[in-house]
């Protein structure tokens, strides 16, 4: 595996692992927030979608910095920093009583992503080589995805079971602050801090003047806010639309978990292999948007779904492609002295579609309902991604530029 062959195994396996808890507490917090249990509802509907776009102009406006700064002094302290940080806020959600500060904890929450997102990503490409990229950056797909879907529907169930949504706020807290003492204890730093001075600023010019990372810009964004529309309204869309048995549930959630990861493990050693990233994000982009339009268009009537099962774990199977390439291919592109920079751009490319998603979420389903308003949507973003595919050009270094390594 490229993960044990890696050299830094046990750093790598921290940071996943890490990721997961990270990511599990941010979406039992959501969950929660977005419940008619936390402070009478006062959140659900546009208040939900205010604090899913609070969030990522916080990591739009520091993430830079993180970004940035990590080159200059190494990653581990802003890593471990931003862990503390989140848990900050979980604990802070779960003592507030009033709307407002929900929305300056959703900045605090955006801050603690800039940082994290940044250093981990960074991490991982600093101890990653041309043979085995996707494959590593794959990896962390998957503990996001598995702490995504393991915080959400964790925080919905036992919201169902009654629990009090303070102590899972407080639970959420204290995992971030549990991982924040294990990382400190047993991650090492990935980063070889140059002994010459580092310009942030200049870091920062020559990221963003790379004609390959501004054609990323119309691929990127619509997916991630295809991403920011799925998790601000999924939990409606189940209630209201879903006319499933909780067997027929956890059936569905299984079968496209299972064929994600699996996908997503698969396409990314075949990337590797083959050193190719555009064909396997277009594929990927392909399957993803079908399967989310074939579930949006059809929620008040699933019985047309179920009648076709096989399409959903081969569109999830073929979805999981995207996931590890466009990670590859940013890495790809990223030099060794401005990577923490790169990365920067990317969480500046998923906070701008956590902005859009959400609220163009909110319009599109206010006017046109789930179809064809939300359903429109998801086509759409998924047409952009895939003619701003076209432009981009393989970044994947070819078999004689291995050689010479």
Request: proline share 3%; aromatic share 12%.
């Amino acid at each position: 595996m490229g993960l044990r062959k890696s050299g830094h195994f046990l750093t790598l396996s921290m940071l996943y692992f890490v990721t997961l808890i990270m990511r599990a507490s941010f979406y039992i917090t959501i969950a929660v927030i977005s419940s008619n249990a936390y402070m009478g509802g006062v959140l659900s509907g546009w208040g939900v979608a205010a604090v899913l776009a609070i969030y990522p102009i916080a990591e739009l406006s520091t993430v830079s910095f993180f970004g940035s700064y990590s080159d200059k002094i190494g990653r581990k302290p802003i890593f471990v920093a931003s862990l503390f940080i989140t848990g900050l806020a979980a604990f802070l959600f779960g003592i507030a009583t009033f709307e407002f500060l929900a929305y300056i904890l959703a900045a605090l929450f955006g801050i603690g992503a800039a940082s994290k997102v940044t250093t981990t990503l960074s991490m991982i490409a600093d101890a990653s080589s041309e043979f085995n990229r996707a494959r590593l950056m794959g990896y962390y797909d998957l503990s996001t995805l598995m702490g995504l879907a393991g915080g959400f529907g964790l925080g919905i169930i036992l919201l169902e079971f009654g629990w009090a949504p303070s102590i899972l706020l407080f639970a959420a807290a204290g995992a971030c602050a549990i991982s924040g003492v294990l990382a400190l204890s047993l991650i090492k730093e990935t980063r070889v801090v140059s002994q010459s001075e580092v310009s942030m600023v200049a870091l920062l010019k020559e990221v963003a003047g790379d004609k390959r990372i501004q054609l990323m810009l119309p691929v990127y964004i619509p997916i991630i806010s295809l991403y920011g529309l799925v998790i601000s309204k999924l939990k409606h869309i189940i209630e209201d639309y879903f006319s499933l048995s909780a067997i027929d549930m956890i059936v569905l959630f299984a079968m496209l978990g299972i064929s994600l990861i699996l996908g997503i493990i698969v396409m990314g050693h075949l990337s590797d292999s083959m050193m190719k990233r555009r064909p396997f994000i277009v594929s990927g982009l392909i399957g993803f948007g079908l399967l989310a339009y074939l579930l949006v268009a059809n929620a008040d009537q699933f019985e047309v779904v179920w009648s076709i099962w096989p399409a959903l774990p081969i569109l999830g199977f073929i979805a999981g492609a995207f996931p590890p390439a466009a990670m590859a291919y940013l890495t790809d592109v990223s030099s060794e002295e401005a990577r923490g920079s790169t990365m920067g751009v990317y969480s500046i490319f998923f906070g701008s579609g956590m902005i859009i998603g959400p609220l163009a979420a909110e319009f599109a389903y206010s006017i046109g309902g789930l179809f064809p308003g939300l359903g429109i949507l998801v086509a759409l973003f998924i047409v952009i991604a895939c003619i701003g595919t076209y432009f981009l050009p393989e970044a994947a270094p070819t078999k004689s530029e291995e050689t010479s390594h």
